[in-house]
């Protein structure tokens, strides 16, 4: 049954009500959406039949309205806040949205086919996390949407290095070494199982060339003791519901070196309070550990659970501080903001890691054995480990015997 533009508004608006979205967000979401099917009515387009064509074509017409009005052009993210509400719309009225991108039939359901089959051999047989079988996913689907539409389903019959060396010419424009090598990496694994099903007629895996990447050639990005007081002490200061959040991420992060996945995952019941400790699921290894819960952990959960986690359903401990009140995906937003509140720069990236790599460094000069550190890091092997060794250089220097024949050279 068709619902009207009016029914839509206002299930649009229950439905941000529900998510404890701000009464003044919601209103101004009606406001865009209005604007949007308005727009629609113009034009004789039936809300249910809208494509991302022509949700781009709205926008140019919403800029240049924009410009007329105003004088001036919109600001970079202006658009950002009316293409989420139009999103939440168009999946209210068609059930879902993005549709799937459309592919000549029967090309469709073979690429349907392929992947379905390739996502369920990588989640039951090789036992991979989801961020892995993700990534994987996603490059597969890439890598068959660009061979189907130069060359059609058929040509992976008669598949050669060539069409692979294509593919990766594609790919390269503006990804580093290690990004290119990432890339290699995961369509090796797509044309081996092509291989291996019978879809493609030789395995091209082994020919497929990627940037040649040295062994440990990058030096992580760390933090010494003080940094990491300093960015404790800056965020601990900030007494709102978001400061209380991200200082127990931060304390999570400090104490134990976890992964984001593995903080964002934390659930209610993972937290046994009884007992004093953590169950902690390792995303790359899908295994459990348990870690004693130390007191300014237990301290910094207990005080955002009671003070600063917003009443929601969801089981994961850590959500979103405003609507729509679901559980974080990623912590890199609230580290590089506490970093940068408490002057701290790091080389290179400012992610999670960084804590991490510091709590790696850390068991290491304590004389830590690595599979010790492997086993608490959740690491699936020693070469892991391994790289860590490098964040400890300066131990290793004070260790170092002299060369022989040095004092002669001096």
Known sequence: MLKSHA???????????????????????????????????????????????????YFIYAIQKFEIRRGRPPGVDWHMLPRTVIAKLLGLAQGKWPPEPELIEPEAAFLRTICYEYETWLREERGLARASIKALMWEARNFLRWQFDRAGAASLETMSIVDVDHYMDMRSPGLRRASLASVALLLRSVVRYLHRTGRIPTDLSPRIVAPLLYAYEGVPST????????????TK???SPRGLRDYAVLQLLATYGLRDGEICRLRLEDVNWRDESLRIRHTKTNTYSYMPLLEPVGEALLNYLRLGRPDAEV??????????????????SIVSRRLAAAGVEPPGKRGAHVFRHARAVEMLRASVPQNIIGDIL?????????????LATEDLRAVALEVPGSEVLS
């Open 315 to 332: 089981r994961e401990i850590f959500i979103r501080s405003c609507a729509p009140y679901v559980a974080m995906t990623h912590l890199y």
């Open 7 to 57: 029914e839509l508004i206002d299930e649009l608006s229950n439905f941000l009500t529900k998510q404890n979205y701000n009464p003044v967000v919601v209103l101004n979401h009606r406001l865009y959406a209005r604007a949007f099917l308005d727009y629609l009515t113009k034009r004789g387009i039936p809300v249910e039949t809208v494509t991302p064509a022509q949700v781009d074509q």
């Open 237 to 239: 200061n900030d007494g």
């Open 378 to 390: 959740g690491h699936r092997s020693t070469k892991s480990t391994n790289i860590y060794l490098k």
């Open 223 to 234: 933090l010494d003791k003080s940094q990491i007081a300093a960015v404790l002490a800056a």
